[in-house]
């Protein structure tokens, strides 16, 4: 698992309090807002998405940054590639 | 005289425009709109175009609306769905003493799920004061709700001042609109609300539908859980035709609130009957704020005599009025809403409520006025309480 601290975003995805598969679905169209080179947040409670979303930055060609513990929710980090 | 509908508070007769809307949603565009072939992408389209009907009768944005099965589901999504997303935050919620039922058991449910609720006194008229709001908010307080407008004494509560209070204290605030929206204008930014509850059943929508405004960023869990539906904030396959004919009862209500027209008239046949109540019928009150409430609203006690009865005797005369409490009519309690303004039990036994719109007529006041006269007084005759009441 890939750690990062303080990581900047352009834009934040809350998905805290939903669940699976919320977290696969709402990157993608999070991304197409975005510019190449941009950087997204993703907020999310769900154990799951520590997996799943580095896989799924594989698989679409995305770049899984990582990780980043906080209070009440993990923070995951991607920057758009394509 | 036919049937004299004055109870749409209740229920709401489904506009011809509304049936005619929903109608190819049963058969002809029956698909799954979580489906990804075109059938299916289609009817999702629909969805989403009623998503931004319904968001713009209340002037918010469509990404903040879900829709749910009715406006008690919509209260207990805000609810718990809140207060279960905020718990780390925080365990305190606060409520209005008058609330619906859906609001009032949400609270306390949660109270048996280790939170605490406070259930804020109103004044006799039913208003809740946004000082007394300020000293019952507390550090772990996430969230406070109360009520638009109140279905049983019709009182309007002073929504944007209360948020006022709760923007200052940094809690979030929810109101339970079922009784206002398609009624009267309501705008989600006038009132300062971070959610909103609205129905379907009293807006000319049919029964079954409802949806919860938020406010972006808020977070909820969601209560049904499964599939992606409603952005994963409330599973289950969507409820199409009922989805489209709030859609349809939404563009409806904006065309009718626009013009001032319907107000007024519906105005002047409450005054008419209130004013015909407090001249002909001794020993009356009438419920609720004189000036605050509801137009098509009036709401009286009757002094001995029971709701129940009345309400019966006007239906064998065609006339549809409610007790306006589930309490009063089906359990044979007093309703907590006059109780909560200082009504004396006997009193609040004869509750009576008539929710008036654009389909009633002001010769339909007269034939009610007329009967009403007659019911309470036979009642009366039968009652003990009464008989006392003459010979003291």
Not at chain 2, 230 to 247: K, Q
Not at chain 2, 329 to 352: F, Y
Not at chain 2, 374 to 390: C, D, H, T
Request: aromatic share 6%; net charge negative.
């Amino acid at each position: 698992m890939k750690f990062v601290k303080n990581q900047e975003s352009d834009e934040t995805l809350d998905l805290v309090c939903r669940m699976c598969p919320m977290h696969l679905m709402e990157p993608g169209e999070k991304l197409r807002c975005l510019k190449k080179g941009q950087v997204l947040e993703i907020l999310t409670d769900y154990d799951g998405a520590l997996e799943d979303i580095p896989e799924w930055c594989k698989k679409c060609g995305q770049e899984f940054l990582g990780i980043e513990e906080d209070e009440d929710c993990y923070k995951l980090y991607i920057r758009k590639r394509k | 005289m036919e049937n004299v509908y004055m109870d749409h508070a209740a229920a709401t007769p489904v506009n011809r425009e509304v049936v005619d809307a929903m109608l190819p949603y049963f058969d002809r565009e029956f698909a799954n709109p979580s489906t990804v072939y075109e059938m299916g992408s289609r009817v999702r389209q629909v969805v989403e175009e009623q998503r931004a009907k319904v968001a713009s009768l209340i002037g918010a944005s469509p990404e903040g609306i879900i829709f749910t099965s009715s406006g008690a589901e919509a209260n207990n999504l805000a609810i718990k769905g809140v207060a279960f997303a905020k718990q780390k935050k925080g365990n305190h919620i606060i409520v209005s003493a008058i609330e619906h039922h859906s609001v009032l058991n949400s609270a306390r449910f949660l109270e048996r799920m280790g939170f605490e609720a406070s259930f804020l006194p109103v004044d006799e008229y039913g208003l809740v004061s946004p000082g007394r709001l300020m000293e019952a908010i507390r550090p772990e307080t996430v969230l406070v709700s109360i009520m638009h407008a109140n279905n049983e004494i019709g009182t309007i509560e002073p929504i944007y001042e209360l948020s006022l209070v709760c923007r200052e204290k940094g809690v979030m605030f929810h109101t339970d609109a079922v009784a206002t929206v398609g009624n009267i204008p309501v705008k989600v930014d006038d009132l300062g609300v971070d959610l909103l509850s609205l129905s379907g059943v009293s807006m000319g929508a049919p029964k079954g539908i409802g949806a919860l405004y938020f406010r972006e960023r808020t977070r909820l869990m969601p209560l049904i859980h499964g599939g992606i539906q409603e952005s994963g904030r409330r599973a289950g396959t969507e409820n199409v035709p009922a989805i489209v004919g709030l859609g349809k009862a939404s563009v409806l209500a904006a065309e009718r609130l626009g013009s001032s027209e319907d107000s007024l008239r519906i105005q002047e046949m409450r005054n008419a009957l209130v004013s015909g109540v407090q001249e002909h019928i001794e020993h009356s009150k009438y419920t609720g704020h004189p000036e605050k409430r509801l137009p098509g609203h009036a709401s009286f006690c009757f002094e001995a005599i029971e709701g129940e009865s009345l309400i019966f005797m006007l239906s064998q005369g065609g006339i549809y009025a409610n007790t306006g409490s589930a309490c009063a009519s089906k359990a044979l309690k007093t309703s907590p809403v006059l109780v909560a303004i200082g009504i004396p039990t006997a009193m609040a036994q004869g509750s009576i409520v008539f929710t008036m719109n654009n389909t009633n007529r002001s010769e339909e006041v007269e034939y009610v006025l007329e009967k009403l006269r007659q019911a309470v007084g036979k009642l009366r005759s039968f009652s003990p309480i009464w008989k006392e009441k003459q010979a003291a």
